[in-house]
């Protein structure tokens, strides 16, 4: 298993956070609310990438075409 999705998802959501917190003390919570659903849809986009490739890797094992 590849470790650099990991660090990939727990950096978008460390930063997602520090600029949601950022756009919270300047009274723009709506912003940070829209930044907040976009990390949430990259992470799942990328979690979305790897179980594709699951199921391809499955399919090739099992010769399921």
Do not use: P, Q
């Amino acid at each position: 298993m590849d470790i650099n999705i990991i660090f990939k998802l727990a950096g978008l959501g460390i930063l997602a956070s520090m600029v949601n917190i950022v756009l919270k003390k300047s009274d723009k919570d709506e912003i940070g609310t829209i930044v907040t659903l976009t990390a949430l849809v990259i992470g799942l986009l990328l979690v979305l990438d790897m179980i594709a490739g699951l199921f391809d890797n499955i399919r090739s094992i099992f010769r399921l075409y």
